[in-house]
C-alpha cells in the first residue's frame, strides 16, 4: 500500500470510506472548540449520541410501570439480555447458545475459571502470555490459591526472546508442548494490552487441546477490534469487556462465551437463579436446573441499564460489520504505522513499533517504545488535546478505532506527534 502525508490525501481516503458516517454518530471530547484525536478506544470508547436515549426509555418505563417494566417495558426487563444474543454472536462469530452478557470482566473470568481450571493429579499449570493485564494474574493466581496450589509452581508465562518485546507463535506451541500433560490451561489475551500483539486463538486453542488441556481467551482488547471466530476456532470459553472498543460507557456490561462441546454438559460452575432453566425460573424450586446455552453461567438478573447502551453500541457493529471494520482497520493503522516511522526515521530512529506488522498479529492499536524523552512527548500531546495513552516506563499507546476515526485523524495526529518531538 502508498501513502502519503498530506491532509489530501487523508481526506480523499476518508472520502471512499464506506463506513464514514458513523463518526457523526460519536460524542467526541472537544479542545479548543473542535474534535479531540481520540485514540484511546482502547482504553474508554467513545459515547455513542443514541446511549442517552436509549436510557431514558428504560428511566421513562421504570418511573411509569414500576415492577411491571419486567413484563411491559419497551424491552422487558426480564429478557433483557436475550435482546442482544444475536449481536453478540455476530460480533464474536459464535452461535447463539454460545454466549450470554453478563456481569463484568474479571467477573466473567472468575466464573468461567471455576468451570474450565480444574486441576487433577499432574495437570495443575495454567500458561499464560507474558505480561497479561494484571487483573488477569490476579484472577488466575487466585484461582491457582483457592484449589490449594502455589501459583510460582503453576501460573506460567510465555516470554520474548532476549532483546524481542513480543512473542513468537511458534515459541508459545513449544510452550504448550513442553508442559505437555502438566498443562491443565492456557489462557491467554486476544490482544495483549500492552504490546498490542494479536495472538493466533486456532493455533494456541489445537494446541492445547492436542495436550488435552482447555484453552480460553480474556478478548478485552479483541472483542470488537479483531475479526474473531470463537465458534470454529474452537477455545472452550472467552470473556470480554464493553467499555472498550464496544463503546458501551465506563463499567459497562461484559460478555462471555462458552464453546457448544460444552453446553449441557456437567462441568461445575457456581450457579444463581437467572442461569437456571427459564421455563421454571420463577418456580423457585430448591435444585438447580442449568439453561441448556451459555445462560447456565448467568447468576444474577439483567443489569438494564448499562444494557441499554451496550443495545445501542451492539447495533452498531451490526450495521458496520466486523469485516468492513477489520478492512478499514487494517489500512487506518497501516497509514498510521507509516506516518510514526516517516517521524522516527527524521529523529535518528526515536521510535521503536513494538506491536508487529502481520495483520494476523494485530489489532487497531500501536505500542511505541520512545527512546528519549516518552514522558515529555505524551504530555505534550496531551496539552494539544491528542488522547494516546503513556505506560511507565516507556511505552506510548494509540488505538486509531475503525468505527469513528478518520484518516484525517491520523494525519492530524502525525502533525501533532511531528511538532511535540521537537519539544
Ligand atoms: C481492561 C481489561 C480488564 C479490566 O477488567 P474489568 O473486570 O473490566 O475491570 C481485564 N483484563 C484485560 C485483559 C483488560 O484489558
Redesign the pocket.
Known sequence: MTFENSLAYAQAQDAADPLRPFRTEFLFPEHDGRAAIYFTGNSLGLQPKAAAAALKQELDDWAGLGVEGHFRAKHPWYSYHEELTASTARLVGALQEEVVVMN???SNLHFLLVSFYRPKGRRVKILTEQR??P??TYALASQIRFHGLDPDQCLMEVRPRPGEHTLRPEDIIAKINELGDALALVCF?GVN?LTGQAFDLKGITDAAHQVGAFAGF?L??GAGNLHLKLHDDGPDFACW?SY?YLNSGPGGV?GAFVHQRHLGTELPRFAGWWGHDKRERFRMERTFKPMPTAEAWQVSNAPVLPMAVHRVALEQFDRAGMERLRAKSIHLTGYLRWIIEGISDTHGGMFNIITPQDPAQSGAQLSILVNGDGRGIFDRLTARGVFCDWREPDVLRMAPVPMYNSFEDVYRFGEALAECVEG
Do not use: M, N, Y
Open positions: 463484568q470482566l474479571t497479561p493485564f487483573s488477569d489475551g494490552f480474556d478485552a482488547h469487556c472498550k461484559a
